[in-house]
C-alpha cells in the first residue's frame, strides 16, 4: 500500500476501487462529466487542494483531457500534479466492448505499472503496512441526526452555521456537506465547530 499526502482525483468509481487497492489517500471522483455541473463537487475539489494539494489521473482519451483541462482550470493557482497513463489498447473485462477510442482507463491498468507510475513522476509517498487504512469517516446519517443537523426542526439553519463556521459554502447539500467534513476536518474539529455554534447562535441551536 502507498500512502501519499495528497487527494486523488479519478473520473469514475471503477477508477477508485482500482487505486483504492494500492494507495492509501483521500480518492475523489468526478462522476464523468457530471463534474461540469455538479457546483458542489467543484468546490469541495477547490477547498481540497487547498488544504492538501490534488493529483488528477484520467484515462487517455479525448473525454479525459476534457475533464483534466477543466480540474486545471478550476484549481488555477492550487497545487495539482498530473499523473499520465500510456494509451495501450484494449478493453477492460467488465465491459462488453472497448470504450470509444478502444484505449484502456484507468480502471484497466495493471497495479504493478500504476505503482511504477506514481514512484516516477516526482510525488512523494511512503509505503505502508498492508493493514495500515485511511481513517474511516465520523460523520454519519445517525449523527447528523443526534446533533440536531437532520430530520429535526431547524436542521437546515444548524448545517448553514455549521458550514460557515468550518469555512465552507452554507448552501451545500446535506450530503455534499457531510463528505467535505469527513475529507477535510478531524472529528475533534467537526465537535469544536459544533460546540462553538451551540454558544454563538442563540435561536438557531437550542
Do not use: W
Not at 23 to 44: C, S
Not at 46 to 69: E, H, W
Not at 76 to 88: C, E, F, M, S
Not at 166 to 179: I, R
Request: hydrophobic share 40%.
Amino acid at each position: 500500500m502507498i500512502h501519499v499526502d495528497q487527494a486523488v482525483v479519478v473520473e469514475g468509481k471503477y477508477d477508485k476501487i482500482k487505486l483504492s487497492s494500492i494507495l492509501d489517500a483521500v480518492i475523489l471522483t468526478t462522476d464523468g462529466f457530471g463534474i461540469f455541473n455538479n457546483k458542489e463537487k467543484t468546490a469541495l475539489i477547490r477547498m481540497i487542494a487547498k488544504k492538501s494539494g490534488l493529483i488528477v489521473i484520467t484515462d487517455s482519451d479525448g473525454g479525459g483531457r476534457m475533464i483534466r483541462n477543466f480540474i486545471r482550470n478550476i484549481c488555477a493557482g492550487l497545487p495539482v500534479k498530473h499523473l499520465y497513463i500510456p494509451q495501450i489498447k484494449g478493453k477492460e473485462k467488465r465491459k462488453i466492448s472497448p470504450s470509444k477510442e478502444g484505449y484502456l482507463g484507468v480502471e484497466g491498468m495493471p497495479k504493478e505499472q500504476l505503482i511504477t507510475l506514481f514512484g516516477q513522476t516526482g510525488i512523494t509517498y511512503t509505503h505502508q503496512d498492508k493493514d495500515f487504512s485511511v481513517k474511516k469517516p465520523f460523520l454519519t446519517k445517525t449523527l447528523l441526526y443526534a446533533d440536531g443537523l437532520s430530520g429535526a426542526a431547524g436542521a437546515v439553519r444548524r448545517r448553514e452555521a455549521l458550514a460557515q463556521k468550518m469555512g465552507l459554502p452554507k448552501d451545500l447539500s446535506t450530503a455534499a456537506l457531510t463528505e467535505a467534513v469527513n475529507l477535510l476536518f478531524t472529528e475533534e474539529e467537526y465537535e469544536n465547530a459544533l460546540n462553538e455554534i451551540y454558544v454563538e447562535k442563540e435561536g438557531i441551536l437550542p
